[in-house]
């Protein structure tokens, strides 16, 4: 009798890739384009080149201020190999729209409301005209505040390991996007940006082993409100 061995192929490592668009400052990433040819993706971690890093295959970052930012895409497959890619990112705070120079006159003419001989445009869509409503409520335009966030309810410690803190929570009405934040319970250690997410879940890495930390979680919507949960943790 022969005994027949048969051997495993090798694992082959996944290919990491990635797109973004930025709006001024603030930045959202996709990791879409990603493959793994013999297996699939099960993590995708971002490093956004700024100290700031967050998790999953889609992911938005604020940056603080302009400039150029390397940001780094490692993903990982179902058998722990591992794929990396590298794009510089470019961001500006915006322009503001053009002043004109002082002295100068306003437009007129007859296409110009305020004009000699223009009649003032009224009826019932015109705001000021006879019977028209002034627009109001927490969503309205007008220069009235968005409703701010509700709070993160629910939020959690799913694992922990020796450099980093898995946390869940149930999602915020209204909120759009969550930043989290991290610092030592002891001594006197500002507040660290540690990535922001669009998902229910995030992984707070690059912590020190055997520390306990608090944690901050800042809901945000597209008017700028926010609502901020915290919680406690320690490393492994």
């Known amino acids: 009798d022969q005994t027949v061995v048969v051997e495993p192929l090798p694992n082959k490592a996944p290919t990491a890739a990635f797109t973004f668009s930025c709006t001024g400052l603030g930045c959202t990433f996709d990791a879409a384009a990603s493959t793994d040819e013999d297996g699939a993706i099960a993590d995708y971690a971002w490093d956004f080149g700024d100290g700031a890093t967050g998790s999953g295959a889609t992911a938005s970052h604020d940056y603080g201020s302009a400039g150029t930012y390397r940001v780094r895409l490692t993903v990982t497959d179902n058998e722990n190999g591992t794929g990396t890619i590298s794009r510089e990112v470019a961001v500006s705070a915006g322009q503001s729209p053009p002043v004109p120079p002082t002295g100068t006159p306003p437009p007129t003419g007859p296409g110009v409301p ?13 705001p000021g005209s006879p019977g028209q409503q002034p627009t109001t409520g927490p969503d309205s335009g007008g220069g009235v505040v968005k409703r701010p966030p509700g709070k993160v309810k629910k939020l959690k410690v799913r694992k922990t390991t020796r450099k980093s803190i898995k946390l869940t929570y149930r999602k915020a009405q209204r909120a759009e996007k ?22 229910a879940k995030f992984t707070v890495k690059k912590l020190k082993p055997r520390t306990r930390y608090r944690i901050k979680v800042v809901a945000k919507n597209a008017a700028g409100s926010s609502a901020k949960a915290f919680i406690k943790a320690k490393t492994r």
Request: proline content about 11%.
């Open 114 to 126: 305020g004009s000699p001989g223009q009649r003032p445009t009224t009826g019932p869509g015109v």
């Open 178 to 199: 969550y930043k989290f934040w991290a610092k030592p319970t002891k001594g006197k250690k500002k507040w660290k940006a540690t990535g922001t997410t669009t998902r």
